[in-house]
């Protein structure tokens, strides 16, 4: 398996390092946590080697170069399940939408692109945590509510060098 991987995210004292570049990155507000003990909104990014999975974006806020991985724009109607007891649990969902639920169309700028790892969404267990992306970092924020972020001019160097076989390694020192 190691040699299908092109190119590794690797995330290590608030950095993601990838394709030689190293960049201050932003993640749980709770720190991180072994796979095995996360629980949904526990605020904490899970430890892991995890595929990434599409890209999703803002096209009325950006336009993005041709790129490897599946592209998604994000519409006004998008939203993702963290209701662990709902069957769409952290899967992308249409709006209106019962449940509890995150939407992708924000005010501020944190889902102007965001990935997807695939973090316990093969198949989903409940309450093992949920919505855990790569995306952008926002209003001078430097944490996150479980995800991994970085800058929109880092995250744009980095997309044309994404494939469909990288995968993000989340460590700790």
């Known amino acids: 398996m190691a040699s299908e991987i092109k190119a590794i995210l690797q995330i290590d004292n608030g950095i993601v390092a990838f394709d030689g570049m190293t960049v201050k990155a932003g993640f749980g507000r709770h720190g991180v946590v072994t796979a095995s003990a996360k629980k949904e909104g526990d605020g904490k990014t899970p430890l892991g080697r995890w595929p990434l999975r599409q890209i999703y974006y803002r096209a009325d806020r950006l336009t993005l170069p041709p790129l490897a991985l599946n592209c998604i724009a994000i519409t006004e109607d998008m939203g993702w399940c963290d209701d662990p007891d709902h069957p769409q649990y952290n899967q992308v969902v249409s709006l209106p939408f019962d449940a509890s639920h995150e939407v992708l169309w924000r005010d501020d700028h944190a889902y102007d692109v ?24 926002h209003e001078g924020r430097d944490v996150t509510e479980g995800c991994v972020a970085i800058a929109l001019d880092a995250m744009m160097a980095m997309l044309p060098r994404l494939t469909k076989e990288t995968t993000m390694i989340i460590t700790r020192d």
Do not use: T
């Not at 093969?122 to 790569?134: M, N, Q, W, Y």
């Open 114 to 137: 965001m990935i997807p790892l695939g973090y316990n969404d093969d198949p989903p267990i409940a309450g093992k945590g949920s919505a855990i992306f790569f995306h952008l970092l």
